[in-house]
């Protein structure tokens, strides 16, 4: 952060009061400025230059940086030389520069403790605090390019504090104590910038807003490795939520909860986190936009529990048990990519899957139809780069439009086998088998079908050597004995064994090299 130079207009008369300079009549436009009016002035300006440069000093610290503190004049800028520093408290606009300098802290206790507007703080390793460094309602503060580690409580936290800028920050392995959890922390705290920061392995959250935080914007924030990337907790609405990469997390790696309204969630990456990409809780009416969404364990998008109104546009959304589950209603979902998830869409609610003719619906890598005709009701020859039959998402829930393009390609099956072929429930089936394919699949999927049912377990097989290998559990399948089959199904899975169970291959790809889905039964 710049100095910030404040220069005097004023000057102590003989009473000790403060009065401006009367410059009201120094000009006239039928006489100009005369010789006295100019060098009136030029004394002026001199002053107020003199003035502002004696206001504001560049000072070194070497040794109790708390004295320092308490000696400098608002406006200063306090080098800091590298050593150790006991915690310390700041009331007064300043400028500290660390320089690698170290600031630590008892458990109980703040390393820096911030009281004051328009601080400016950089360059320090703070650890091992019960706070990091704290700001407590203050405004036009910058916290940059610290690092910020193995504090109890949140490594950086803002409490009543808006218009800061929180930038540049690594906030990790916080709150392993189990009393913080944060990396960065904002409660009742409006309109700050929070960017660029890193916050890995903190006991909960990478960033957590709770409760209140309003028209924050957080956006290049790397935030892995947490058990959430960034949890936002009730009344946190009209943030801009950008560019942030939120993956690998326990957990999720964005969660909303609890009217977390009107934010906008665009171009995040959101991979690999164990439970969700992202999670919304009671939260409705925010925009979903631009995000990548891949690779997690159980939802790419779980939307729950009265999440009404939210718009889903232009995100890809693949390789998930689910791509997108939905308990709420009125959401709209069209324009994204959703590709190559085991199940690619469960709808418990009354949402739309498509937006109005012409803009289409979503593009499915599992859907089977053509697309020969054109218009609102595909009913006039003409190809309009929409299918002419609906995706079904289920009986209730259809998608009018689905976006044709990478869609599946038929492969087929040359050798399987299961291990044992016969087992009783609760034991694990080894699953091989080997694959004749125009491409190359990195994984299938394998699913069971007990007689009339719905599907009650799969397993994912995934390339070792010239086969797929992989085990599918019997837990949740009825007791009893049954035969087990694995059939080959180029196009959709189908039942043909009259026994009971079968173990149904849905093999599919698209030019890339794809996961196979498993899909509903013919």
């Given at each position: 952060m710049s100095l910030k130079m404040k220069p005097s207009l004023t000057h102590p008369s003989a009473t000790g009061k403060c009065h401006a300079p009367a410059l009201s009549n120094a000009y006239h436009p039928s006489r100009g400025i005369g010789r006295s009016t100019i060098w009136a002035v030029s004394l002026l300006y001199s002053f107020m230059l003199i003035a502002s440069l004696a206001s504001a000093a560049s000072i070194t610290v070497s040794s109790d940086l708390q004295a320092a503190i308490?000696?400098?004049?608002p406006g200063d800028t306090l080098l800091v030389a590298p050593g150790t520093y006991e915690k310390i408290s700041i009331g007064k606009s300043l400028n500290l520069i660390g320089n690698g300098a170290v600031i630590q802290a008892g458990e109980r206790d703040a390393c820096v403790n911030i009281e004051a507007s328009d601080v400016s703080i950089s360059g320090f390793l703070v650890r091992n605090g019960f706070y990091g460094i704290k700001l407590n309602n203050v405004r036009g503060c910058t916290v940059a390019n610290n690092t910020v580690i193995r504090c109890t409580q949140p490594g950086i936290a803002l409490l009543f504090s808006d218009g800061n800028i929180i930038q540049g920050n690594n906030a990790s392995f916080n709150g392993l104590g189990g009393e913080g959890w944060y990396g960065i922390y904002l409660s009742n705290s409006n309109d700050n910038l929070i960017l660029d920061n890193v916050a890995y392995g903190n006991g909960?959250?990478?960033?957590?807003?709770?409760?209140?935080?309003?028209?924050?914007?957080?956006?290049?924030?790397?935030?892995?490795?947490?058990?959430?990337?960034?949890?936002?907790?009730?009344?946190?609405?009209n943030n801009i939520i950008e560019y942030n990469d939120l993956s690998r997390n326990t957990n999720s790696g964005l969660d909303l909860r609890f009217d977390c309204t009107d934010n906008l969630i665009r171009n995040n990456s959101m991979i690999e986190n164990v439970v969700a990409g992202l999670t919304l809780l009671d939260s409705g009416y925010n925009s979903i936009s631009g995000n990548l969404i891949e690779a997690n364990g159980r939802y790419g998008l779980q939307i729950q529990s009265n999440s009404n109104g939210n718009t889903i546009i232009d995100n890809t959304i693949s390789d998930s048990q689910t791509g997108?589950?939905?308990?709420s209603s009125q959401n709209l979902i069209y324009r994204n990519k959703i590709s190559y998830n085991v199940i690619q869409a469960e709808d418990r609610g009354e949402n739309s899957w498509n937006a109005s003719y012409p803009l289409g619906g979503n593009l499915w890598s599992d859907y089977h139809g053509s697309d020969d005709y054109q218009g609102p009701e595909q009913n006039v020859l003409g190809a309009d780069g929409f299918g002419d039959l609906p995706y079904e998402i289920d009986s209730s829930s259809l998608d009018r439009y689905?976006?044709?393009?990478?869609?599946?390609?038929?492969?087929?099956i040359i050798d399987k086998a299961l291990n044992p072929t016969q087992a009783r429930v609760g034991d694990d089936i080894k699953v091989t088998v080997r694959m004749e394919a125009l491409y190359d699949l990195n994984q299938l999927t394998v699913r069971a079908y007990q007689s009339g049912e719905e599907a009650k377990g799969y397993g994912r097989l995934v390339a070792s050597g010239d086969a797929y290998q992989g085990s599918f559990s019997t837990a949740l399948l009825d007791p009893g004995e049954q035969e087990r089959r694995i059939e080959p199904c180029p196009c959709r899975p189908c039942r043909e064994s009259a026994c009971g169970l079968d173990y149904v291959f849905d093999e599919r790809c698209d030019q890339r090299g794809g996961v196979v889905r498993a899909g509903r039964g013919c």
């Open positions: 308490n000696a400098a004049q909960a959250y990478g960033i957590n807003l709770f409760p209140s935080c309003s028209n924050n914007t957080i956006r290049g924030n790397v935030l892995q490795g947490n058990m959430y990337g960034l949890y936002m907790f009730t009344d946190c609405s997108i589950f939905l308990d689905p976006i044709m393009g990478d869609q599946v390609r038929q492969i087929s």
